[in-house]
């Protein structure tokens, strides 16, 4: 079996918090012996299918851009291309762009923001927090974009694999923009946002080694600060009740896009926002705005926009059971209270927002496979540890 597989067990495994949390940590010889788990089982069947949602990331080999751009009289602060990792990143992303914006307004505390999505509602708190009076301008608001099509954990590095060239300067805008969505990010939960903490298990037969944690490490999290990445615990038999003999568990942040958007959006209003409806063609529309400041948030649009040739779609599909509120932690899905949400695919360079049905019976089968012994006490068969890994997220 690939051990990378191994290791990767389901969605929130594959996100990068904690991916290398315990990279050279060594499982203790001898255990604590704690209390068998109880978990809620998850029923998973093909007349729980409720939906299947395709959304398009807006991947950036080289990483998000955020920069400040001259167009004649305007002053264009950049701010997309976030791929796997929007909902994550945007307030931190935001806040930069909006201290980019502060530097360049002369007086003029009025600033336009183009999208509405994760990082376009995001950045517009970030300009009211530093006393601009915003105005959004977008084709489409939620529920109808990208963002709303996210799973919805805290996944900053999702998509980004390390030694791809970023530079050092993008790297420091990294750091800066993850640590302060973490804190922002924190501060949300539990009041209304829909933010909430959540453990995801996933499983093992053997315990991981040194070398495949470090493998992990530089697959996934080298540029995730270490005191941020959650620590793996690892759960030994007795402990946990997956047909497996090991299991481990992580803590992350879990947010559920349809309700984090409309209060986000709810929040801008708050704060004076107004906005409007409206399509941009070309960046020479953008002369016909009143305001001199634009913050661009259009997500993979920019890609015709601005004519960025980097950014690309990365296809993406999930399918949802059933809402079950009594699940209250991730196992190769992630529970939220508008349906269990499967999968999570990953196709780079694909435009079509069409749901691939192969793909979702795949996940859908799979799925019916992982969570059949969680109905019965003494499953005839355990499913093979293959059958529990998810899709990346
Ligand atoms: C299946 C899937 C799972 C995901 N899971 C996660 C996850 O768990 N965690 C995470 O952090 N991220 C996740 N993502 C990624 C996340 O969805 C994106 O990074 C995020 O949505 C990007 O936000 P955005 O605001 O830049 O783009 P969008 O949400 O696409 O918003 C762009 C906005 O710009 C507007 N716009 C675009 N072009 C124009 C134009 N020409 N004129 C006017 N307006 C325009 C649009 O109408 C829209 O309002 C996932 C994505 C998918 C598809």
């Not at 923001?113 to 995001?122: C, I, K, M, Q, R």
């Not at 093992?204 to 530089?218: C, G, N, S």
């Not at 799925?367 to 093979?384: C, G, H, L, T």
Request: with cysteine.
């Amino acid at each position: 079996m690939d051990r990378r597989s191994l290791l990767k067990t389901g969605g929130m495994a594959a996100v990068g918090l904690g991916l290398g949390g315990c990279a050279t940590r060594t499982p203790p010889a001898a255990r604590p012996s704690r209390p068998m788990l109880a978990l809620a089982p998850i029923r998973a069947s093909w007349d729980r299918v409720i939906r299947t949602t395709v959304g398009l990331r807006p991947h950036r080999p080289s990483g998000f851009m955020l920069r400040l751009e001259k167009l004649d009289a305007k002053t264009v602060v950049h701010n997309y291309g976030h791929g796997g990792s929007g909902l994550s990143l945007s307030w931190g992303t935001g806040a930069l762009a909006a201290d980019l914006a502060l530097e360049a307004a002369s007086g003029d505390r009025r600033a336009a923001v183009l999208g509405s999505g994760a990082v376009g509602l995001a950045a517009t708190r970030q300009l009211q927090r530093r006393g601009f009076d915003v105005t959004i301008y977008t084709m489409a608001v939620p529920p109808d974009t990208t963002s709303n099509m996210a799973l919805g954990v805290f996944s900053p590095t999702s998509g980004l694999v390390s030694g791809r060239g970023f530079t050092p300067a993008w790297e420091a805008q990294f750091g800066r923009a993850i640590e302060i969505a973490y804190r922002q990010l924190q501060l949300l939960a539990g009041s209304g946002f829909g933010i909430t903490w959540m453990d995801s298990y996933g499983t093992m037969d053997e315990l991981p080694t040194a070398q495949t944690e470090a493998r992990f490490e530089r697959e996934g999290a080298r540029l995730m600060p270490a005191r941020m990445r959650a620590s793996r615990e690892i759960l030994y038999p007795g402990e946990h009740p997956f047909p497996t003999r090991f299991a481990s568990r992580r803590t992350s942040m879990k947010i559920e896009p349809s309700l984090y958007l409309e209060a986000m959006l709810r929040e801008a209003h708050l704060f004076g926002a107004r906005t409007v409806i409206r399509k941009f063609d070309t960046p020479r529309d953008l002369m016909t705005l009143d305001e001199s400041v634009i913050v661009n948030c259009t997500g993979l649009g920019a890609s015709e926009l601005f004519g960025d040739e980097e950014l690309m779609p990365v296809k993406g599909q999930l399918t949802f059971l059933v809402p079950q509120p009594e699940v209250d932690y991730g196992y190769g899905c992630t529970p939220r209270s508008d349906g269990i949400a499967l999968g999570g695919t990953q196709q780079r360079g694909v435009w079509t927002l069409e749901p691939d049905d192969e793909a979702r019976q795949r996940i859908v089968t799979r799925a019916i496979e992982r969570f059949a012994w969680m109905r019965s006490p003494a499953p005839a068969v355990a499913p093979s540890v293959e059958t529990f890994f998810g899709e990346e997220s």
